[in-house]
């Protein structure tokens, strides 16, 4: 039952949407969403499963005027070509739950799934980029109205 269910996904028949990748920008064009998918492991080959699907982890970043402020695991979905597609079907978690129980996926993955504390701060170096801009802003500004009273 479950491998039919997968195979339902897979074909992305029965409200299973497969959206493309790339940025989506917010109303004011400052701020975009973006992601990414990382391959994790092969689909095996079993009846009704296409060959070469493969599990992925879709990353989300939230960028502001193209710095990368936000970095996070957004879900499990499959793809093809070791994940190098634009196009990828959502997993949610009760069957990804179960395709672990059924041995398809590995079982050491939790089931919603984390990215290391170096991955985030990798992904996220724009949110410190503008932190020291504001730090340097805020100290340059009390020093330049300093200047203008001494030489008034």
């Not at 790339?22 to 004011?28: F, K, L, M, V």
């Not at 994790?40 to 982890?57: D, E, F, K």
């Not at 990368?68 to 793809?79: D, K």
């Not at 990828?88 to 990215?115: D, H, M, N, V, Y």
């Amino acid at each position: 039952m479950f491998r039919g269910l997968l195979v339902v996904l897979t074909l992305g028949i029965g409200g299973a949407v497969a959206l493309p990748a790339g940025d989506r920008p917010d109303a004011n064009g400052l701020v975009s969403h973006s992601h990414r998918l990382v391959f994790l492991s092969h689909i095996p080959q079993a009846r009704g499963i296409p060959h070469g699907t493969s599990l992925c982890v879709r990353t989300r970043t939230l960028r502001a005027l193209g710095l990368p402020l936000w970095h996070r695991a957004a879900e499990y979905v499959l793809a093809e070509r070791r994940c190098r597609t634009e196009n990828f079907i959502s997993l949610p978690r009760g069957l990804f739950a179960t395709g672990q129980a059924e041995g398809i996926f590995p079982p050491a993955l939790p089931t919603k799934p984390k990215l290391s504390l170096t991955s985030r701060a990798v992904g996220s170096w724009g949110a410190a980029v503008l932190l020291l801009a504001g730090l340097w802003a805020g100290r340059a500004l009390p020093a330049r109205a300093r200047a203008r009273r001494n030489n008034a």
